[in-house]
């Protein structure tokens, strides 16, 4: 299973891949998370230290490998064609979560429409480890919506847009959701994040009801989760109600997956 997480940026998302990364990888899986986003931090939500973090090359900043994979002896000229499957093997880097994690790092470089070596090398690893790979994969996106345009979650089976009870964030996940439905992504929805109370929950249900977004999950807010942030450290998932919501989302990603074909808008699910 592939799975990509959007949303506006603030909304949880990383959290949210983290949790579901850790999850999957304690029920036996191999599992690959991805940090896609331009300020990427899922290596924290993925039990490394700040310091180990830092220590991580992004796969766009790593000059050597960029030239390696698509240099030629005419300047100004690279290549389109190369292999990726080397650099799983190379630069993922383990996690006490379980799972291995690859950041792509931010192309500076690349406008709309722009095609740059870094860009290539990413866009044809991330299509190796989605369409080619047995893992779990998992993709914490760039906030927004500039990822779609670029084509980088389109072969997918999943696209989560995150949202909170904001409505621009709900505004943003629900474009998400109408764009991705040009794609062949077999299931797009929405998962509600931080749901404190009872109105909020109804501000969602019907934002996605009359939408027409099919509401995967619900991930209660959580002191814990809160203070984890505050402080850097990871909650502990025993007496986390939002840890314990995201596990249950995977279980029903799972499910979905073995049960339904496609999955789209036109429902809610909760």
Known sequence: MKIAVCGKGGVGKTFIVGTLAAHFAASGRQVIAIDADSSPNLALNLGLSLEEASRILPVADNEDLIRIKTGTEHPGVFRLLFTVDDIISRYAVPTPSGANLLVMGTV????????????SVIKALIRHLVVERNEIVILDMEAGIEHLGRGT?????????????????????????????????RTIGLVANRVANSRQESLIRTYAGTHGLLLIGRIPFDERVADAGMSGELPDPSGSLAMKAIGDLADCLETMMQDTPRLSSGGVRI
Not at 109 to 119: N, Y
Not at 160 to 165: S, T
């Open 153 to 185: 979650a389109e072969h997918v089976d999943v696209l989560l847009a995150v949202a909170d009870a904001n409505l621009k964030s709900l505004e943003i996940a629900s474009t998400i959701c109408r764009l991705a439905q040009e794609s062949e992504i």
């Open 108 to 119: 500076k470089s690349m406008g709309s429409g722009c095609v740059c070596p870094a860009h």
